[in-house]
């Protein structure tokens, strides 16, 4: 089971590879939309990437409650495994 | 109408003057293919680009382009700020863009289904369709300036890139727009779209010497080789142009078009469908025959294809056809498909702006059959002017289908 500090590192590795977004701007407070310019398309692919990377599933229904970082983590932090 | 910027990425350079260079040089940028994937294909070499667009563009950028856009988008960053325009407030509203490939995001396309086999829909990208869609290159092009004027994608597979260009040319004198970015690139470098080629003996299958395959007008010539690549103009009016002082490489001016409706792949025997594009090429530009000094043709090394060109030049132009140095530049580069047309024009505009008719290369064994003045292994010197006036380039491309488009550019 990932620590919410690894899940946090591998998303912001998965932002910067699909947003570009540099690892030390991702942080818990920080909004995908408002903050890390991720839109909708973008979402799409952190949220795959990070199903493969942290073996949970994240319907597409929840991707909307995701507005910030610390929202995914928490997401997965309590789904994963 | 007037052309003021260039841009190419190419097999023989990552720019126009790289390009441009190796051309007169003669070299070739055809090479073995080493993927894994082609160690059993029938076809086993290329014209890759002599520079991948990772030593040029961003990885965001690049994993959300299909290569044919990425391709596009390099090329039209270097022809726009090759017109000076970098940095200029330009009227967005009176900014085009006509930018095509012959097939479209095929890699993107295939990618994705590979994708979609071993990991089920999720692992499709949401990506796949702005990525894979035909209209992606000219809608990223589009979206680099901000051209509100229009953004089209007029298709016709080995004709795209002078069809978009010839579009372009219209969207100007049609009063739409004061500047056009336009041209033609294609990235179908893939085991599937090679073995379809191939299948329909269209391809050289001289894999013992890559560089040597691609020879039009050689009696030796079995089929093209696949190249890589996009080349793209800026055009714009004469009195655009003008006001802002802007330098002119050439005038383009005009554009003939026709259709074979002979067949889907091999063209009309008689030569009457090339023929009368020629034709209407030379009227649209209100041009004489004499001027025409020099042909930039759409050879790409078929049997047929070649002479059957040339038989249809003389049948257009008579003995006008004579005088013309023509230079069959796909023995360099290979065959770019949708981005054949677009280098095509940047080398027909080079020529015409430095009087130079780039070589043919590889013919070691002249056809009987090609027997007008083809340009052989060094460049030709051209004249600026004849008694007519000023010189004229024809740039031919056709297409499976049986589209036929040629552009008349003239020296400014």
């Known amino acids: ?81 | 109408m007037v052309v003021t910027g260039l841009g190419a990425t190419t097999p023989l350079g990552g720019d126009v003057a790289s390009t441009w260079e190796a051309l007169l040089a003669g070299q070739s940028g055809i090479v073995p293919l080493t993927e894994e994937w082609a160690a059993d294909m029938p076809v086993r070499m290329a014209g890759r680009v002599q520079v991948e667009p990772a030593e040029v563009m961003k990885p965001v950028e690049r994993r959300r382009l299909d290569r044919s856009a990425q391709f596009a988008l390099i090329a039209a960053r270097e022809a726009w700020k090759d017109a000076g325009l970098d940095g200029v407030e330009v009227d967005v509203h009176r900014l085009g863009v006509a930018v095509g490939s012959g097939i479209g995001g095929v890699t993107t396309l295939l990618d994705n289904y590979d994708l979609l086999l071993a990991k089920g829909p999720r692992g499709v990208s949401p990506r796949a369709v702005p990525m894979l869609m035909p209209n992606s290159p000219a809608a990223y092009v589009g979206l680099e300036f901000g051209a509100l004027a229009g953004v089209h994608t007029p298709v016709s597979a080995c004709a795209t890139g002078c069809e978009a260009i010839g579009y372009a040319l219209n969207m100007i004198r049609s009063g739409r727009a004061d500047v056009v970015v336009c041209g033609g690139t294609e990235a179908a470098i893939h085991p599937l779209p090679i073995s379809a080629f191939a299948n329909m003996m269209a391809m050289s299958k001289n894999n013992e010497d890559p560089k040597r395959a691609s020879r039009p007008y050689d009696k030796g010539r079995d089929g093209f080789v696949l190249g890589e690549g996009s080349g793209i103009v800026v055009l714009e009016s004469e009195e655009h142009a003008a006001a802002r002082g802007a330098r002119v490489y050439a005038v383009l001016a005009g554009v003939g078009y026709s259709a074979d409706s002979h067949d889907i792949a091999q063209p009309d025997p008689t030569g009457e469908g090339i023929a009368a594009a020629v034709r209407s090429a030379v009227a649209d530009a209100g041009i004489s025959p004499e001027q025409i000094v020099h042909l930039n043709a759409h050879a790409t090394s078929t049997p047929l294809g070649d002479t059957g060109e040339l038989k249809a030049l003389r049948m257009a132009l008579g003995e006008d056809a004579e005088h013309i140095a023509i230079s069959a530049t796909k023995s360099m580069t290979g065959h770019l498909l949708g981005g054949a047309g677009g280098i095509e024009t940047v080398f027909a505009v080079k020529a015409v702006h430095e009087l130079l008719a780039p070589p043919t290369i590889n013919i070691t064994d002249l056809d009987e059959n090609a027997d007008l003045d083809i340009v052989r292994d060094e460049p030709r010197a051209l004249p600026a002017e004849t008694p007519a006036g000023p010189i004229v380039a024809l740039n031919n491309s056709f297409g499976f289908g049986g589209h036929n488009v040629v552009l008349a550019i003239r020296r400014a």
């Open chain 1, 1 to 81: 089971m990932a620590t919410q500090e690894e899940i946090l590192s591998g998303l912001a590795e998965i932002v910067n590879e699909v947003a570009g977004i540099d690892v030390e701007d991702v942080q818990l407070d920080k909004s995908f939309t408002e903050d890390l310019d991720v839109d909708s398309l973008t979402m799409v692919e952190v949220v795959v990437a990070a199903e493969d990377k942290f073996g949970v599933k994240i319907p597409d229904e929840e991707v909307k409650n995701l507005s910030t970082v610390g929202d995914a983590v928490s997401y997965i932090a309590s789904h994963a495994g």
